[in-house]
């Protein structure tokens, strides 16, 4: 079985996908056509593997963003054949079918109806709830997502991915404090998650930089940036995000003049003296040109970098060389 196939979709760059979508036909020949739903059957055969419906799974999302239709449904008969029609993941699975065949906003209005029904018998069914917020906000309907999502968040608080989620809908909005106390609840609950110490910085900073934000916040907010991009790569000592979000902070504050350590108005946030800016700075620029080049290079152990990451690396050091020699 192929390693790809069993990493979700949504983390694959298109070609993969549409490799991995390829691979569909001749994944399902060489599988059972049949399953049985009884546990008793499949304990005693020893032929089934968790990874077999997880495969399944990861086809049909690939298999959806590449157009493959006739594949994503033969994978789903599979599901259904085995945990049968009631149980939640398939239902959910069976709804993004139906979103991704649906031609105009009637048909998605249909399936809304579709999880509207499923909830109205099992609320609890957070495959389905999750699925209907998602169509919610695709079809803009970003008032009923959010109150759907704290609804949500207020049956299941330590939902990650809803709390995120959530986040992410604030953003959207430009409701920077509202996204980043969303996106605190999600490092609460994973404090080690160096990407999301990083993805706080990142919201850290765009409200630093929003328009209008007021000197005391921008300190604050500047402040906690480099805390939480420090923290990912203290974390994580090659995690690319991090340094591009640290040398993105120290070089702001150096361009607007290295503005002095100061205690805010709101909180007892300080801002780091410009010695200690400067030296980030350097480390930061450091571990780009680092990551940049031996990326490029294919280098092993430095495999496995974005390429729309690395690239925007080393256009953030272009820009700064340049500045720097004007």
Not at 5 to 30: D, G, H
Not at 86 to 111: C, I, P, Y
Not at 258 to 270: I, L, N, R, V
Request: glycine share 4%.
């Amino acid at each position: 079985m192929s390693s790809m196939v069993l990493q979700t979709p949504v983390q694959l760059s298109p070609a993969a996908a549409l490799a991995l979508s390829q691979q569909a036909p001749a994944i399902l020949r060489s599988s059972p056509s049949t399953a049985s739903s009884s546990p008793f059957s499949t304990l005693l055969s020893g032929s089934e593997k968790p990874e077999q419906w997880l495969q399944y799974e990861n086809l049909i999302l690939a298999c959806l963003r590449t157009g493959d239709d006739r594949a994503a449904h033969a994978c789903l008969s599979r599901l259904v054949a085995r945990f049968g029609d009631d149980n939640e993941r398939v239902q959910a699975l069976r709804g993004l079918v139906k979103e991704a065949e649906a031609k105009n906003n009637g048909a998605l209005e249909d399936v809304l109806k579709e999880y509207d029904q499923i909830l109205s018998e099992n609320d609890t069914n957070i495959p389905v709830a999750k699925r209907r917020i998602a169509l919610l906000r695709s079809m803009g309907r970003i008032s009923d997502a959010t109150s759907a999502l704290v609804q949500l968040l207020d049956y299941s608080p330590t939902d990650a991915e809803a709390w995120s989620e959530l986040s992410d809908i604030y953003l959207s909005q430009g409701l920077y404090p509202q996204a980043i106390y969303a996106m605190e609840e999600v490092l609460v609950l994973a404090p080690n998650a160096w990407n999301i110490h990083a993805r706080l910085g990142e919201l850290q900073y765009m409200a630093a930089t929003a328009p209008g934000v007021a000197n005391g916040s921008y300190q604050k907010y500047m402040a906690e940036a480099i805390k939480r991009f420090s923290r990912s790569i203290e974390l994580c000592d090659d995690y690319l995000r991090g340094y591009y979000g640290l040398k993105l902070v120290t070089k702001k504050l150096l361009d607007d003049g290295g503005k002095p350590a100061k205690q805010t108005d709101e909180s007892d946030f300080w801002l780091p003296d410009t010695n200690t800016i400067e030296r980030l700075n350097e480390l930061a620029t450091a571990k780009l040109s680092e990551i940049t080049r031996r990326s490029t290079a294919n280098d092993r152990g430095w495999r496995g970098y974005s390429e729309a990451e690395v690239a925007a690396a080393r256009e953030l050091l272009a820009d700064d060389a340049a500045a720097t020699e004007r």
